[in-house]
């Protein structure tokens, strides 16, 4: 499985850019699939999950800001970032938990990241 991420870039304080992360591959599902980001020097941290179902989770820094929504179809994942602040820069990566059959979860994959660069 792989995943491609894209829509990272440079944006001023206010603004707003889409992420999006598919995945290819032979794969029979995936579950969770989610966006990470990690700024220099600091470790990676969760931004936002959504499992099949699409129950979503955010973290508190972003929460009301961004929106993580799933097509099952083209088993792609997207993150609208509104309101975007200088400490969103980061580069950001998605991650995506495949499943070879119904009942066997193989390791989770990640994706090569995306830089997405607020200024004030």
């Known amino acids: 499985v792989q995943l491609q991420a894209s829509g990272g870039g440079l944006v001023q304080s206010g603004g707003y850019l889409r992420l999006s992360c598919a995945a290819s591959?032979?794969?029979?599902?995936?579950?969770?699939m989610g966006w990470y980001r990690q700024a220099p020097g600091k470790q990676r941290e969760l931004v936002a999950s959504?499992?099949?179902?699409?129950?979503?989770n955010y973290a508190d820094s972003v929460k009301g800001r961004f929106t993580i929504s799933r097509d099952n179809a083209k088993r792609t994942i997207y993150l609208q970032m509104n309101s975007l602040k200088p400490e969103d820069t980061a580069v950001y990566y998605c991650?995506?938990?495949?499943?070879?059959?119904?009942?066997?979860?193989?390791?989770?994959?990640w994706g090569q990241g995306t830089q997405v660069t607020v200024s004030s």
């Open positions: 591959g032979s794969i029979f599902s995936i579950g969770a």
């Open positions: 991650n995506a938990e495949p499943f070879s059959d119904p009942w066997t979860a193989d390791p989770e994959v």
């Open positions: 959504i499992i099949r179902r699409l129950a979503t």
